[in-house]
């Protein structure tokens, strides 16, 4: 007796189908917001759950904004992400799921903007003082020559950005210094400003970056 055993075909309906990866497109760009246009065709008038991550790209630092919507009769909706610092690069990248499932989407493809800022441009002319723990950054900007501002230092050793902010008055060359100090000793570090007038809202974008190495113990 010869026996056949056959190979038995479900058809793909019955298996549960994939998440919708969502499509997201940059709407608009606010001092210290961006709206999102996310867009899963396949769940049309559909209450989803959306994860956003939410990157920094001036600090490398990353953050998570989650909401629950439901999608409009082509799949999308408009969602704005706030409380974000001005004139600061951001990627954004989102996942989504129907609120009733237990797994989300894969990430969408990041999609990046800047948030809206002053015209300044600052910079950081050179870097001297240096000691085993500290630096002295000489910083200018014109247009504001015996101003009072705020410069807000970002300053890495490796990978990963650290912040300072610091309150000074510029000199009529629109000139100052800052000591940034609690350094390691024998390290190399990158420094960046962006800076504002004391009673603006806004930052200014950031300076180029300039590198200098504490001094050993």
Do not use: R
Not at 139 to 162: F, G, H, M, P, R
Not at 175 to 197: H, N, P, R, W
């Amino acid at each position: 007796m010869i026996l056949f055993f056959g190979l038995i075909c479900i058809p793909s309906s019955v298996h549960a189908a994939s998440p919708c990866t969502p499509v997201v497109k940059v709407q608009e760009t606010k001092e210290t917001s961006v709206k999102l246009k996310v867009t899963c065709s396949s769940l049309k008038n559909i209450k989803v759950k959306i994860k956003i991550l939410v990157s920094n790209d001036d600090t490398d630092s990353d953050s998570y904004k989650s909401a629950t919507v439901t999608l409009g009769k082509k799949g999308s909706v408009s969602l704005k992400v706030s409380g974000l610092d001005s004139a600061t690069s951001y990627s954004f990248k989102v996942k989504a799921k129907k609120s009733s499932s237990s797994s989300y989407s894969s990430y969408s493809s990041s999609i990046s903007a800047e948030t809206k800022g002053s015209d300044y441009d600052p910079a950081i002319d050179k870097i001297n003082g240096i000691t085993d723990d500290s630096v002295k950054l000489n910083i200018s900007c014109d247009d504001l020559e015996s101003e009072t501002v705020d410069v807000q230092v970002a300053y890495k050793k490796k990978s990963s950005w650290s912040t300072k902010t610091f309150s000074l008055t510029l000199d009529d060359d629109g000139e100052g210094s800052i000591t940034m100090d609690d350094l390691k000793s024998d390290t190399s570090y990158t420094f960046k400003i962006k800076i504002k007038k004391n009673d603006d809202s806004t930052y200014s974008t950031y300076s180029s970056a300039k590198i200098a190495t504490t001094d050993e113990d």
